[in-house]
């Protein structure tokens, strides 16, 4: 029973000024690299999920011994990006992440694929009923299956392929156990966003 995991690294970093996010510089080191020294500790293999070729490129000077997958689909969101990558993963579960969340707890990673055996996914979901589709376990066949039908349908929401799936929605409480902060779910969308990362991770190595 394998463990890997997925970086979403295709976003065009709209809301950052089109800057590539994966690469945004934080205490002198590209953003994504905080998210690999998380799931390194956890999983025996890390895929990253590029846009295009030329994003591949760049990432794979900066950050060598990875597995690159590109985005087929074209048009279809994250959705596709999701999809080209599991389709590389050859461990059974995997966990999924956006680029942008350079305090992921390795503890909360391994709590949830914990939480995921006897199911077909492990992901969180807060009080309200919003989900955390992009810091969840999958396991990888049945999330192929139902992502590629997905797709057929035009559907392009992260969401739309659990509507089939075995999902064991692990409670925000749970997850403070381990993370009382709930640091793990902070990503980087908004220079001010960025601000309060740069903080906090400074706070953290001092």
């Known amino acids: 029973m394998g463990y890997?995991?997925?970086i979403l690294a295709g976003g065009k970093g709209s809301r950052m000024g089109f800057k590539e996010k994966a690469l945004i510089d934080i205490n002198g080191?590209?953003?994504?690299?905080?998210?690999?020294?998380?799931?390194?500790?956890?999983?025996e293999n890390i895929i990253i999920s590029v846009r295009d070729?030329?994003?591949?490129?760049?990432?794979?000077?900066?950050?060598?011994?990875?597995?690159f997958?590109?985005?087929?689909?074209g048009n279809k969101g994250p959705?596709?990006?999701i999809l080209s990558g599991l389709e590389a993963c050859k461990d059974e579960y995997c966990f999924i992440v956006?680029?942008?969340?350079?305090?992921?707890?390795r503890n909360v990673v391994r709590m949830l694929f914990q939480q995921c055996e006897g199911y077909e996914a492990a992901i969180p979901r807060w009080d309200d009923g919003f989900l955390e589709p992009l810091h969840a376990v999958y396991m990888t066949g049945p999330m192929i299956r139902e992502t590629k039908k997905a797709i057929e349908r035009d559907e392009k929401i992260i969401l739309a392929p659990l509507s089939k799936l075995n999902v064991n929605y692990v409670k925000i409480d749970d997850i403070k156990n381990i993370d009382p902060d709930l640091?793990?779910?902070?990503?980087?969308?908004?220079?001010?966003?960025?601000?309060?990362?740069m903080e906090l991770i400074t706070d953290?190595?001092?």
Do not use: W
């Open 98 to 105: 956006g680029c942008d969340m350079p305090l992921l707890d």
């Open 79 to 81: 959705i596709s990006g």
């Open 4 to 6: 890997c995991a997925l």
């Open 183 to 197: 640091r793990t779910f902070m990503n980087v969308n908004t220079p001010g966003e960025l601000r309060s990362v």
């Open 29 to 43: 080191r590209p953003l994504i690299s905080y998210v690999i020294d998380a799931l390194a500790k956890v999983v």
């Open 53 to 67: 070729t030329q994003q591949g490129k760049v990432l794979g000077e900066l950050i060598p011994g990875y597995v």
């Open 204 to 206: 953290v190595h001092e």
């Open 69 to 73: 997958t590109y985005d087929a689909s």
